[in-house]
Nanobody, 121 residues
């Protein structure tokens, strides 16, 4: 089975930095895209950043210029470097991977368990 494991969350003061990591493992043919989403209390889950395997990165306007998404394809890992963190960045951050299990098969979404990011004033 596929595993999507996130790490790197924690508590940081405003203006600080964190780097989230998400490693995907298992019987995977390909990862077509990876991304980060977040969900704050009483809010819907929202896009933070995505990085298709062969496309351009995409960022939410709220994080553009502060966050950077990147991948290490050899490790099936996606990172989210978060700088200049603000209290409004506080949320559970979820890793998403769009996965194909065969060269002809459908694409499936797989999600990590989430990692808490808390930014204090």
């Amino acid at each position: 089975q596929v595993q999507v494991v996130e790490s790197g969350g924690g508590l940081v003061h405003g203006g600080g930095s964190l780097r989230l990591s998400c490693a995907v493992s298992g019987s995977i043919f390909s990862i077509n895209a990876m991304g980060w989403y977040r969900q704050a209390p009483e809010k819907q889950r929202e896009l933070v950043a995505t990085i298709p395997s062969g496309g351009s990165t995409n960022y939410s306007d709220s994080v553009k210029g502060r966050f950077t998404i990147s991948t290490d394809n050899a490790k099936n890992t996606v990172y989210l470097q978060m700088n200049s963190l603000k209290p409004e960045d506080t949320a559970v951050y979820y890793c998403n991977a769009k996965i194909s299990f065969t060269d002809w098969g459908h694409e499936y979404d797989r999600w990590g368990q989430g990692t808490q990011v808390t930014v204090s004033s």
